[in-house]
């Protein structure tokens, strides 16, 4: 495929053996930069509006640790399971879907329910009443 003229430079050049520079950056520093420039801004984003309702940016944190908790054990276990299955042998992609999605929420309610018990009914309870609610205006 031919590029025009003016798209020509833009491209990396390809050379022999090797990957361009510009697609590594692109798919494996930029993700990790903006990972961390988010991370940086995350205090001085929340901390000013929080200052105006007098709220502390640590009642957040408080208040959102065990979910955030259970999301990095879901992740982790569900990367340790891809690695052991999908180190060894190819599943299709429908496949995969099938059995890493449900492994991920047994992961993430089980942590749920071993740390805060509290919590999970909470959002249980509010997952119910928000059916209930599409339930009766579909009616």
Request: positive net charge; without cysteine.
């Given at each position: 495929?031919?590029?025009?003229?003016?798209?020509?430079?833009?491209?990396?050049?390809?050379?022999?053996?090797?990957?361009?520079?510009?697609?590594?950056?692109?798919?494996?520093?930029?993700?990790?930069?903006?990972?961390?420039?988010?991370?940086?801004?995350?205090?001085?984003?929340?901390?000013?509006?929080?200052?105006?309702?007098?709220?502390?940016?640590?009642?957040?944190?408080?208040?959102?640790?065990?979910?955030?908790?259970?999301?990095?054990?879901?992740?982790?276990?569900?990367?340790?399971?891809?690695?052991?299955?999908?180190?060894?042998?190819?599943?299709?992609?429908?496949?995969?879907l099938l059995i890493f999605v449900p492994f991920g929420a047994v992961i993430y309610f089980a942590m749920m329910y071993w740390r805060n018990k509290a919590l999970l009914v909470e959002s249980l309870t509010l997952a119910r009443t928000a059916i209930g609610v599409f339930a009766?205006?579909?009616?």
């Amino acid at each position: 495929m031919r590029l025009p003229p003016r798209l020509r430079l833009l491209a990396p050049r390809r050379r022999r053996g090797r990957r361009p520079v510009l697609n590594i950056y692109i798919r494996e520093a930029l993700p990790a930069d903006r990972a961390i420039v988010t991370l940086l801004m995350l205090f001085p984003v929340f901390r000013i509006p929080f200052r105006f309702i007098r709220l502390w940016v640590r009642d957040l944190w408080v208040a959102l640790w065990p979910i955030t908790r259970s999301t990095a054990a879901m992740a982790i276990a569900t990367v340790a399971l891809r690695r052991l299955i999908l180190g060894s042998i190819r599943l299709p992609t429908v496949l995969a879907l099938l059995i890493f999605v449900p492994f991920g929420a047994v992961i993430y309610f089980a942590m749920m329910y071993w740390r805060n018990k509290a919590l999970l009914v909470e959002s249980l309870t509010l997952a119910r009443t928000a059916i209930g609610v599409f339930a009766r205006a579909r009616a």
